[in-house]
């Protein structure tokens, strides 16, 4: 697992010859590799918190965004960009399985999606935990 970090990924591994569809990740392998990012970053760590995901999902930074301004307040549901209207598949894993299979499409917009809302790049800790909170909604949004 650890050879599957979401950096190391995208430097070499999902590069390396044969990775192909094989490169596929499941969610959990997604959040087990930002759980190992955030215990490096942080010797406190103590594991993923859906609870804290989706207050941070849920709750404007300063700004004028939340997660769920574009993605809904329920993520198993379709969302609707909050600039373009353009609509948006869900988010929620159970509801899209198409979700959380790529570290490069994760990573891509979780760098530029934090630096909208939160006017920063998210921690490990933090996309760990907003990923635990998507994997629990279920496909109606129930959790
Ligand atoms: C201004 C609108 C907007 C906001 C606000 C927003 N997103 Fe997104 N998000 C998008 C768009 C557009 C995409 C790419 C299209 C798609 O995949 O549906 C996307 C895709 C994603 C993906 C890709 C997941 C995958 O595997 O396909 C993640 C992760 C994500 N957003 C997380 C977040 C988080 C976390 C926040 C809050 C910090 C957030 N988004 C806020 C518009 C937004």
């Not at 979780?110 to 279920?138: H, I, P, S, W």
């Amino acid at each position: 697992m650890s050879r599957w970090f979401p950096m190391t990924c995208i430097a070499l591994a999902c590069l390396a010859p044969g990775a192909g569809p094989a490169s596929a990740q499941s969610p959990a392998a997604l959040a087990g590799g930002y759980a190992e990012a955030a215990r490096r970053e942080s010797p406190g760590f103590s594991g993923l918190s859906a609870a804290r995901g989706e207050k941070f999902f849920q709750s404007t930074h300063g700004g004028d965004w939340s997660c769920a301004s574009c993605h809904t307040a329920n993520p198993a549901a379709p969302g609707r960009h909050a600039r373009t209207a353009k609509a948006l598949a869900p988010l929620a894993p159970a509801a899209n399985a198409e979700r959380f299979t790529s570290v490069a499409t994760a990573e891509k917009w979780f760098k530029r999606n934090c630096n909208d809302v939160v006017g920063r790049e998210c921690t490990a800790q933090e996309k760990g935990d907003v990923l635990a909170y998507l994997m629990q909604v279920g496909a109606g949004g129930a959790r």
